[in-house]
């Protein structure tokens, strides 16, 4: 079960949806120093104590994390940033 799973819904084609997801990934990768790499219109990423996805669907982004014991004290920072970062690009 993933410690942080989030759905949001969008407009846009798959394509501008994906590269909206990759300039998410971009802040993620900045402010928590996680890898990422896709599998088809999915963006997987990882790190110590961490990893997850961030999936590009016709309507929404589904973004499931797993959060490592240690970072679990985080999850509420953690679920913010994403959802600011979603709302910025999907609203």
Known sequence: MASIDIRHPHSKTLKQARAA??????????????????????????????????????????????LGFLLMALRGPIESEILRYLEREFS
């Open 21 to 66: 997801v990759a300039r998410v990934a971009e802040k993620i990768q900045e402010r928590f120093e996680v890898g990422c790499a896709w599998s088809d219109d999915t963006l997987e990423f990882s790190r110590s104590g961490v990893n997850g996805e961030i999936r590009v669907l016709q309507e929404e982004i589904h973004v499931l994390v797993n």
